[in-house]
């Protein structure tokens, strides 16, 4: 099974500036990574996949890097809306699919 | 427009069943392999299940097979999953997801969700 570590726990930045979100793999899943976006009460929303394409309607703000092991979400001018907690997810190797615990955003 | 929306969750005493469903809408759900995630109260979200877009396959997280059963009917263009032998670690919220791509890959991103559905399993 494939561990996913996203770090921080919780991450908590001013509006306007830069949050970065790091997301590590216990063994490669080439790009084959997502990110997703969930507020309290509702559902998780698909933000990234492939590690850097973002899905529909996504903000140009969000941006995902990284390929192998090591991966990275960076909002690059937070807004308040963006407060959140933000889970990577591998599809590579499978069964079973994996989370990371998620990182918490907020706004300070 | 894509719509997933489960149904079925309640509260359950340990030990007995129930079943989820999800009924999708806005496209051609014969053609999506489907998933089960779930997410105890204020934790993350775990992966329990799969199933093809015909039925034929089938995968589970550890922690529920042989208790959890997916499958669904495409002629009501519904997902279900019946949960059986419940324990108090499986209250959590439910969500059905679907893949990002049809046909017979099972794997994906996950492109739409469902709104969820809580089930609590407690004396």
């Known amino acids: 099974e494939v561990v996913m570590t996203q770090s921080p726990a919780t991450l908590s930045v001013s509006p306007g500036e830069r949050a970065t979100l790091s997301c590590r793999a216990s063994?490669?899943?080439?790009?084959?990574l997502a990110w997703y976006q969930q507020k309290p009460g509702q559902a998780p929303r698909l933000l990234i996949y492939?590690?850097?394409s973002r899905a529909t309607d996504i903000p140009a703000r969000f941006s995902g890097s990284g390929s192998g092991t090591e991966f990275t979400l960076t909002i690059s001018s937070l807004q308040s809306e963006d407060s959140a907690v933000y889970y990577c997810q591998q599809y590579n190797n499978w069964p079973p699919w994996t989370f990371g615990q998620g990182t918490k955003v907020e706004i300070k | 427009q894509v719509q997933l929306l489960e149904s079925g969750g309640g509260v359950v005493q340990p030990g007995r069943s129930l079943r989820l469903s999800c009924a999708a809408s806005?496209?051609?759900?014969?053609?999506?392999?489907m998933h089960w995630v779930r997410q105890a109260p204020g934790k993350g979200l775990e992966w329990v299940a799969v199933i093809s877009y015909d039925g034929s396959n089938k995968y589970y997280a550890d922690s529920v097979k042989g208790r959890l059963t997916i499958s669904r009917d495409n002629s009501k263009n519904t997902l279900y999953l019946q949960m059986n032998s419940l324990r108090a670690e499986d209250t959590a919220v439910y969500y059905c997801a679907r893949v990002s791509f049809p046909g017979d890959w099972l794997s994906g991103r996950f492109d739409y969700w469902g709104q969820g559905t809580l089930v609590t399993v407690s004396s």
């Open positions: 063994q490669s899943v080439s790009s084959n």
């Open positions: 492939g590690a850097s």
């Open positions: 806005g496209f051609s759900f014969n053609t999506y392999p």
